[in-house]
DNA sequence: CGTGAGGTTGAAACCACTCAAGAAGGGTGG
DNA sequence: CCACCCTTCTTGAGTGGTTTCAACCTCACG
């Protein structure tokens, strides 16, 4: 961004309220009144963009924000004990970054941009106030936190039960969906991430990554080039993540393992 | 115990306030002010303590309550879309289940008593009605469920990035330190939980955890009598978890795996 | 047009799994 | 009170999915 012009890009950010923002559906101001917009919207601030690479906040830092992506995308990083690190979860437009600061006051983990990104920052301190006065406010903060587990739940059943085929095509599947419902395509996309951040996310070596990308296109599933993804089959990508058939879960009870 | 005197335990239980319990230090009490209890207290149900086994809810349940453990222990356990099953998490007096309702009002997973257990129950709906007019228990609940965030983000570092040695070696060190936290010894105590319990847990086979026991217990870092466990090193065990030194992080930074 | 980060692919090694048999408690009924 | 059974756990042998190591490729960029 050129420095001349940063300031109308800020007033034109200011200006562009939660109450128009693509995103309400997905974020914070779901089930909340109109009337009660301008509450919200008093606490939330809007960052410069980011570029590739550049940290939202580094692990240990005091908690002051959660973050909202509003364009772009976010991973976010933590430090295992032995000084390795474990990628927690890719944030497209529409998540939230940052909850498990609200624990001790402090970030748990690094939060990188992957692309140019920008962000709404929401003091959490504030958000906790004014979500006191609105309950449909305070129910849908807790959803969203809530919400969190259940990836982590997710993400976690996943590395514990799952093959390295099945992990990726869940990876993928779930993205799709989570692309889909931000409002972009579920079948083409641009994988932010490097194979490396895929492969440590989902606990599996790069080379491995790479090798089941390879089989995923040779077998007609997905055609990718590069960092461009295309779902060939979302059927077929669906059934290798371990989603037999339509409904969600109900299916395959009996047969066990 | 005996059923004779089950009514008499009951009233104890109704009688035994939040402001008495052992446990408030860990739970939502904590950080509250005395002149606060009976709001909180209002809410707070003691249904009948639950027998190895029995359910405290089940996957797709209706949400209303989250539990916070008083005594023994919880496993929950989700079904994955293949029909398999993970266990999320082992619960112990003073943490709370079943935060990954909030999400869309219904439970993920099942929460089964491991041993005999009684919790409290708190009906989530009033809880954050409560929660909404006393700040300090919006804070401390707020800080639980993103406790939860942390927690999941642990076990998914240990999934990812640890071996199987390592990955038992961290359960059990962690488990001792809850268990301190919660008043009991960290040195010795009986797994409330299966082989095969803490296999699923850690993503590795019955057949795994039991070697590793036995490995554990020839290099002296613990004594193993069935699910009797004494640790005899403590120091060893954080060492093989991955805790490298005495702090927290911070040591091994520079050495890139 | 050279350079380097990021990605692909092969070969060999290894960790953890599966299969399977046997041991050790803990409970139950005779 | 003992014998039996069933669940839980231990331990061995062989297999296999993933990793590691390493060479090569290929774009993007200066």
Redesign the interface.
Known sequence: MPPTDSHVLDLQSLRRSCADCSLRLLCLPAGIGYGEFPQLEAVVRKPAPLKRGDPLFHANDPFEHIYVVRSGSVKTV???????T?I?GFHIPGEIVG??????DRH??DALALERTSVCAIPFAQL??V???L?SL??QL??I??????H??G???A???QTARERLALFLFNLAHRLENAGYSPTEFRLSMSREDIG????LALATVSRLFSQLAEDGVVEIDRRQLRIVQPDALAQL????GGT??ER??????
Do not use: W
Request: proline share 4%; glycine share 8%.
């Open positions: 933590a430090p295992t004990y032995d000084g390795d474990q927690m909850l498990d600061a609200i624990s001790n748990q983990c906790e106030q979500s006191a006065r309950p305070q129910r807790h959803r936190i809530s919400r969190e587990i259940v982590d739940h993400h976690l059943a590395l514990g039960r440590n996310y989902l606990g993540a371990g989603h037999h969600t879960c395959k009870r009996g047969d066990a393992v």
